[in-house]
């Protein structure tokens, strides 16, 4: 079982950046996809960005040169990097892991979300 926890959201204005932290416990994230999600009131869950196992990374097009993620396994860790920040980017942010990349599908695993508040 892995356990994911969220932090480094909050509340930042139009043009800001934040960095999102993910921590990981009870399995090693090194063999695992990891990604992060998010939802916005009234929205779906959606594929915002993931890393794989090899380090290959992927990004929504909403996202693109804005937002990096990235891992750091011997600390069990993964990032994201966000940017350039838009109000429509105020969601719940989740940390999941074993992230199908292919399809940009969810894996089993996913901490409790972090909320990022852009303001306008």
């Known amino acids: 079982q892995m356990h994911l926890v969220e932090s480094g959201g909050g509340l930042v204005q139009t043009g800001g950046s934040l960095r999102l932290s993910c921590a990981a416990s009870?399995?090693?994230?090194?063999?695992?996809?990891m990604g992060w999600f998010r939802q916005a009131p009234g929205q779906e869950r959606e594929f915002v960005a993931g890393?794989?196992?090899?380090?290959?990374?992927y990004r929504a097009d909403s996202v693109k040169g804005r937002f990096t993620i990235s891992r750091d396994n011997a600390r069990n860790m993964v990032y994201l990097q966000m940017n350039k920040l838009k109000p429509e980017d105020t969601a719940v942010y989740y940390c999941?892991?074993?992230?199908?990349?292919?399809?940009?599908?969810?894996?089993?695993?996913w901490g409790p979300g972090t909320q990022v508040t852009v303001s306008s």
């Open positions: 009870g399995r090693s994230i090194e063999n695992y996809a």
């Open positions: 999941n892991a074993d992230v199908k990349i292919g399809t940009r599908g969810p894996g089993d695993y």
């Open positions: 890393i794989s196992w090899a380090g290959f990374t």
